[in-house]
């Protein structure tokens, strides 16, 4: 099968492309480089029976629609996104440009170029906003009343991915990923909590908690999620999937684990909390189970440890 991925030089997107081609499809990717490196495409690239094309475009550019009608994709996974939540902030309308005009290029480049289904990588962590503490882990039947800019734009993604499938029968999965950690994750960026600790441990640099460390995220390993973007090609057509692992950890907890495994004994440093950020995240993944049959495999320690061998 084609297949053409936004955001393919990315950490997800990278890693998807890899799956991918050991599933032996044919693989584009689309990406402006601002944060995906080539060097994550190395092997793909170089593939030797299927190598990757990469073309150098950013998904707000008008000339995007030329690239798919070339390319002419079955399936589109559209990854590429500002996924900073305290950006979104900061900025909406940067994140709103980003994420809703530069997906609606995207999502209409794919429907004029023929192809049946866009895969999209949506955010459960943002898009059900506050939820009760007796609802928690959290299932797609929840509403979605994001509080951040940047959740507030993958819902109004995943709407327009719902009405194109009414009005013109593009098909669509849109998996609300937990957070997602693994190798190739920026370090230096402010949406990878993982990967900023495993570089600061390893190079004996402070590492810095927002709030008391006390609020929780759902963990969840990128060859996992990977895992769930390949599944969803033909499967859970029009529907929402949360991706994670149903368990909750505290930002101070994933520190102290990861620090013990590092080998430093040290207290993190302590900075307010973030504006937009929610309390708590866990989700619930049944219905990926039924209509993916996915179910997450890694856990964290062995995910950490992973991570910290790739910084090492």
Known sequence: MHTLVTGGAGFIGSNLVDRLLDDGHTVEVIDNLSSGK?????AALAHESRPVVLHEIDVRD??????????????????????????????????????IMGSLNVIEAARAAGARKVVFASSGGTIYGRVADDDFPVDESHPQAP??????????????????????????????????????????GEAGVVAIFANRLLAGEPCRIYGDGS????????????????????????????????????VLELYRTMAAAAGVDADPDFAPERLGEVARSSLDASRASRELG???????????AAVLDYFR
């Open 38 to 42: 080539p060097a994550n495409l190395r």
């Open 62 to 99: 008008p000339a995007l629609a030329d690239v798919f009608d070339r390319s002419r994709p079955e399936v589109v996974f559209h990854l590429a996104a500002q996924i900073d939540v305290r950006i979104s902030v900061a900025d909406p309308k940067l994140d709103a440009d980003v994420n």
């Open 147 to 188: 509080l951040s800019p940047y959740g507030v734009s993958k819902k109004a993604v995943g709407d327009y991915l719902s009405a194109f499938r009414d009005l013109h029968g593009l098909d669509y999965t849109a998996l609300a990923l937990a957070n997602v950690y693994g190798p190739r994750q920026d370090p230096h």
């Open 215 to 250: 609020q929780t995220r759902d963990y969840v390993y990128v060859h996992d999620v990977v895992d769930a973007f390949a599944r969803a090609i033909d499967r859970a057509g029009g529907m929402v999937c949360n991706i994670g692992t149903a368990t909750e950890t505290s």
């Open 294 to 304: 996915w179910t997450p495999s890694t856990e964290l320690p062995e995910g950490t």
